[in-house]
């Protein structure tokens, strides 16, 4: 398995507590494939180490010499309110490790165009697209159950939804506002959009996932073409922050489906246990909703809310079914969110029938004096 490079992180400062508490979050495993870090809390062990050695990025709150500055691609001042200057780029000190780590990158991205550099070989992630015959399927909540799991597995995870009208907003806590954005850099600045990647998104608090806020609205979703599907999953991919992007898509025939399918590494396609479910999913078939450049061998057929017996007539189609969800009775009065969180078997099954498991390994160390 190819590896892309790791953004070289270093930080100096003198406030030994800020140190170690910057040391123990950077080396949580979610931040490992993104950065190799070293900290310096004494002057003499920096100077020494970054003269004549080219790093991405310097975060401190002293002052450093232009000489040693431009041994770096970006030196991020780490302010605290009162001394942010117009002439430097800063950020401010006391916010929460995630939120300082998500600004950096977006510093980053934005004044390094060619986030390329950073890659090597192939890319890893992995795309997985949930599709449905017919509404009412379960493929929403589903698809979540998986991504929620990924993420427990400490796999970086990215939820897309294209469904014309989403749900998202019932899943998720919101910490950002909306992501409306990313429509105009798709349509009138593609270059940005991977460097807006970590800008635009959001992260779900209680799952860790991290998802477009986009706004409920059919006539962003219907314009959408399928230039712009596939451009919007390379700019995820591109980011290369991410292991999982799972994709949401809609019950629709819209070519956008189709573009997203092609792309996609594995496409679970989700019955529900129904004898409507299975005529529409049948029609879509029939109607060319997998086209030509869509290779069958990545499709699974995943069979939801399955009940003690099929209904009348379930032998007469010939899906062939790889997983088998059982209905479950204590959420027929649970809200989405809930059924999310209290999941413990669709996310784990889902993940033994089409995902794989990738390796993550991290570089970090504290230099002191």
Avoid at 82 to 108: G, N, R, T, W
Avoid at 110 to 117: A, F, I, P, R
Avoid at 308 to 337: D, K, M, R, V
Wanted: glycine content about 4%; overall charge negative; some cysteine.
């Amino acid at each position: 398995m190819s590896k892309m490079h790791k953004i070289n992180l270093v930080l100096y400062t003198s406030d030994l507590s800020y140190a170690e508490y910057f040391s123990t979050y950077i080396r949580n495993p979610e931040n490992g494939m993104r950065f190799s870090a070293k900290i310096y809390t004494d002057a003499e062990a920096f100077y020494k180490n970054v003269r004549n050695q080219k790093q991405h990025i310097l975060l401190t709150d002293k002052s450093i010499e232009e000489e040693d500055s431009v041994n770096f691609d970006i030196v991020i001042r780490l302010a605290d309110g009162q001394d942010f200057s117009h002439e430097e780029v800063s950020i401010f000190k006391y916010q929460p490790l995630k939120e300082v780590l998500s600004q950096i990158l977006a510093i980053y991205f934005e004044t390094n165009d060619k986030v390329s550099k950073l890659m090597t070989g192939k890319q890893k992630e992995k795309v997985i697209s949930f599709y449905s015959g017919s509404a009412g399927s379960g493929k929403t909540l589903t698809s979540l159950c998986l991504a929620k799991y990924l993420a427990q597995q400490e796999k970086r995870t990215f939820y897309l939804s294209l469904e014309s009208i989403h749900s998202t907003y019932l899943f998720f806590q919101e910490e950002k506002g909306s992501s409306v954005e990313v429509f105009y850099y798709l349509r009138n600045n593609v270059d940005k959009l991977v460097a807006k990647v970590e800008s635009l998104k959001s992260t779900d608090s209680l799952t860790n996932i991290d998802y477009f806020s986009l706004p409920v609205s059919l006539e962003e979703m219907e314009n959408i073409t399928t230039e712009e599907v596939e451009l919007l999953i390379q700019a995820l991919k591109d980011s290369q922050s991410y292991d999982y992007i799972i994709i949401d898509l809609d019950a629709s025939l819209h070519d956008r489906n189709q573009a997203a399918m092609r792309v996609s590494d594995e496409v679970v396609w989700v019955l529900s246990s129904d004898q409507t479910s299975f005529a529409r999913s049948q029609y879509k078939l029939e109607q060319g909703v997998l086209d030509e450049q869509i290779d069958k061998n990545k499709l699974h057929f995943v069979l939801n809310k399955v009940g003690s017996h099929p209904f009348a007539g379930f032998n007469n189609y010939n899906f062939s079914i790889e997983t088998h969800i059982p209905f479950q009775p204590q959420w027929l009065t649970a809200n989405e969110q809930t059924k999310m969180l209290e999941d413990t078997f669709i996310g784990e099954k889902l993940f033994q029938s089409v995902a794989e498991d990738i390796d993550i390994n991290m570089e970090v160390s504290l230099v002191e004096g």
